[in-house]
């Protein structure tokens, strides 16, 4: 079972109190863009085989959208916060490159 902490409320979640909301971190493109990149933001998305970094909400806690890092083969979580940040924290990606010798984010 996944278990995710909400960094908002600070409750550890299961799967059952989560709503999963798709690729984190992904470029939106408004009026002005191209088709192919409105295109991309709406079909294109990344589907790996290890670390990836995906939105969440707690859906039957407090409501509020978070991400999370972690691994979709063995379903380790290397951590989560909040969805208004750009990128990956630091200690979230030393976490992954602590446990992923030579990984990089791409």
């Known amino acids: 079972m ?7 409320c600070g409750v550890d979640a299961d799967e059952t109190e ?8 992904l470029k939106r493109h408004g009026p002005g863009s191209s088709d192919d990149e409105f295109h991309g933001y709406l079909f294109a998305r990344k589907n790996p085989r290890g670390v990836h ?3 969440w909400r707690h859906a039957h806690g407090c409501g509020k959208w978070f991400h999370a890092a ?8 290397f951590g989560t916060y909040p969805a208004q940040t750009e990128g990956p924290p630091k200690p979230i990606l ?3 490159e602590a ?3 030579g990984w990089t984010l791409d």
Request: proline fraction near 6%; charged fraction near 25%.
């Open 2 to 8: 996944l278990i995710l902490n909400c960094p908002y």
């Open 18 to 25: 989560l709503a999963a909301g798709g690729e984190a971190h």
């Open 53 to 55: 970094f995906e939105r």
């Open 70 to 77: 972690r691994d979709t083969v063995t379903l380790e979580v």
């Open 94 to 96: 030393a976490a992954i």
């Open 99 to 101: 446990r992923r010798p």
